[in-house]
């Protein structure tokens, strides 16, 4: 069994000081965020602009315990307070759990302010801010990651690097889906906070259901396959009546080693909850995972039984390292959605730590999405758009 190793952060002789913007009274991802820093130690929140109003941010940082004078009206406040602090005790880094609309904006001015950013999904509103981020990021030498969590789960690494590995041979078919149903009713209009802004194109972007769970299908597809989306065809659909975004997707897939897939990914699906699951179709074998499940994976072979690999033991972490470094607790105790959290950020904070002992990161600790896969994500949305809407079906992906 293998227990986390030794952790940067300790290195350091402090803990990382985290800031976070987003994730006031009521939100949903930003106490995700603040429970899975919690799990290793090595984190620490200390600053915050937690609410788009600062009556709410207030009232969060009480319930946090934090000092009062770190606690921000905005995150423009927030920087410019904190660059009066000295080095060690102003924030390391800033997680961005806003709406859509604001992440370009905030991650881009920490960036240019000297801080890392870890910044929640899909990364902009459109491919070209993507782009310009993606040059901020380069000109500021800062760390960038982006909460595509569910790279973050062992077994998905096991699944990566068997195919990595070339256990199932040549990648033929990958099939990805990611069906909701609570979006099955207009509940935006009934004022829930959660599907408000996700139904508006104005926070949203151009992609609603896509942009929101389907970035995350295409982003596992693609971390999983080793293999990126060439072209789409799509058929996008809003089945709630005055609904301005799609709300159902399905898509086939072309990708670069020639191998086809579907993604499918919906929000209307009465009955389902979270059921993101990969099925990856290689010439000698196959495997499939599923989110809602997932401490398995499961690989076939012709005429052979199927295997179920089972995450804890050591023979996972014989295969992948990463899926070993990802793993905090025997087999049989289950791991699950804050874990994921929990392993993107360790592998982002680790970097930041190599970055301040002065010494190259490593492969594992390198293993988090970054401002690339945004791109990526923004251009597979744009791209599922521009099929859904358009004439011509099979539309290439640009990124
Ligand atoms: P939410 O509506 O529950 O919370 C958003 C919070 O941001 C609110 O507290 C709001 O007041 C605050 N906010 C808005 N603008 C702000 C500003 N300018 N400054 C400070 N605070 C501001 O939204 P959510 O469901 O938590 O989603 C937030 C983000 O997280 C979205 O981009 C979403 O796509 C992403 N998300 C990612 C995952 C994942 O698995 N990685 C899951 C859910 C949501």
């Given at each position: ?38 799990m290793d130690g090595g984190i620490e929140l200390v600053a915050g602009a937690f ?58 001015e920490f960036l240019e302010s000297g801080f890392n950013v870890m910044c929640e ?39 990566r690097d068997m195919i990595r590995q070339g256990d199932l041979g040549k990648v ?228």
């Open positions: 069994m293998s227990i986390k190793g030794e952790k940067v952060a300790a290195k350091l002789n402090r803990n990382l000081k985290m800031g976070m913007v987003g994730g006031g009274p009521g939100a949903f991802i930003g106490e995700v965020h603040r429970k899975a820093i919690r609410d788009i109003n600062p009556r709410k941010s207030k009232q969060m940082g009480r319930e946090l315990n934090l000092d009062r004078k770190r606690v921000y009206n905005t995150y423009v406040e927030m920087i410019e307070k904190e660059l009066q602090l000295p080095v060690g005790e102003r924030i390391d880094f800033v997680s961005v759990t806003t709406p859509n609309n604001w992440h370009y904006p905030i991650a881009k999904k899909p990364m902009t509103m459109s491919l070209k801010e993507a782009k310009q981020l993606q040059q901020v990021v380069r000109k500021s030498r800062k760390v960038f990651g982006l909460m595509h969590t569910y790279t973050g789960y062992p077994m998905v690494k096991l699944a033929m078919k990958v099939v990805v889906q990611y069906p909701q149903g609570w979006l099955a009713r207009p509940i935006e209009r009934s004022g829930q906070l959660q599907a408000a802004w996700r139904t508006d194109p104005k926070q949203s972007g151009a992609g609603g259901c896509i942009g929101d769970i389907g970035t995350h299908a295409e982003n596992l597809a693609e971390y999983v396959s080793g293999l990126k989306i060439r072209e789409i065809c799509a058929d996008s659909n809003t089945y709630i009546k005055g609904r301005r975004l799609d709300d159902d997707n399905n898509c086939l897939l072309h990708f670069n080693n020639g191998a086809k897939g579907l993604l499918h990914a919906s929000q209307i699906c009465i009955g389902q909850e979270n059921s993101l699951a990969i099925w990856v179709y290689g010439e000698n074998g196959s495997l499939e995972w599923h989110q809602e499940h997932p401490n398995y994976v499961y690989v076939e072979g012709l005429n052979e039984p199927t295997q179920v690999w089972k995450r804890g033991n050591d023979y996972v972490a014989a295969k992948s390292a990463g899926a070993g470094r990802a793993t905090r607790v025997p087999a049989g105790h289950p791991e699950g959605y804050i874990e994921a959290f929990a392993n993107v950020y360790r592998n982002f904070t680790d970097t930041i730590c190599a970055r301040l002992l002065h010494r190259k990161p490593t492969e594992l600790e390198l293993d988090f999405p970054n401002v690339d896969d945004g791109v990526r994500g923004m251009a597979f949305i744009e791209t599922v758009v521009a099929s859904g809407k358009g004439r011509q079906k099979w539309v290439k992906l640009k990124s």
